[in-house]
Each structure stands twice: as C-alpha cells, then as structure tokens.
Nanobody, 126 residues
C-alpha cells in the first residue's frame, strides 16, 4: 500500500494560482500511475489529470487542459498539480490517488485507483 497526503489547498481569487502537492510513503512511488480528482460541493468526484509512472505521459480532463499541469518527482515521492487561471467552478476538495493502470489515458475514473489521500480544499472566490 502507498499512503498519500495532500497539501497546498486554500482560498484564492479568480484568476489566481495554487500548487497542490501529494506526498507519498510506503510502497515505491514510481510503481504507480498517479491522478488528481476533485469533488465539488454536492457533486460526484471527477477526474482532473493523470500521469504515468515515469512522468513522461500525462492526460487531462477538458476542464483542466491549458490551465492545470500535473507533474511528479519520483526522487521526492511527490505528485504536484499546478493550477493557473482558477475559476469559481474549480472550487472543490482535491484528491490525489494511486493507480496500477498501465495506460494513463485509461485511468480517468475513480475505480481505476486503489489508494487515496484525505483531500485538500480549494476555494476560488469571484
């Protein structure tokens, strides 16, 4: 099992930026594809972005393309999500998760992930 802890959430004005981090411990971080999901108030959890084990391949939800960047540092066992041009609709609890999926483009649903962090709140004010 890999344990995941998110950080970096907070309150930001529309148009601002935040960088989320996800620290991993336990099993070898580089053995897993990783993803970011979010759950807006009153809505289901939705896919944001995913990254391959090496970091060489990434995949984004349409809502994240051009504004968010997923990256990882396997030496530091850390996953990142750089979020720019934030909108009020980006308000949600953001979760990182680990997947054993082979193809990152298929790891876009929660059922593809087997370990989850506790989440970090992102609030974007208008």
């Amino acid at each position: 099992q890999v344990q995941l802890v998110e950080s970096g959430g907070g309150l930001v004005q529309a148009g601002g930026s935040l960088r989320l981090s996800c620290a991993a411990s336990g099993r070898t971080f580089s053995n897993y594809a990783m993803g970011w999901f979010r759950q807006p108030p009153g809505k289901e959890r939705e896919f944001v972005a995913a990254i391959s084990r090496s970091g060489g391949r990434t995949y984004y939800a349409d809502s994240a393309k051009g504004r968010f960047t997923i990256s990882r540092d396997n030496a530091k066992n850390t996953l990142y999500l750089q979020m720019n041009s934030l909108k009020p609709d980006d308000t949600a609890v953001y979760y990182c998760a680990a997947s054993s999926a082979v193809l990152v483009r298929t790891a876009t649903t929660p059922r593809e992930y087997h370990n989850w962090g506790q989440g970090t709140q992102v609030t974007v004010s208008s």
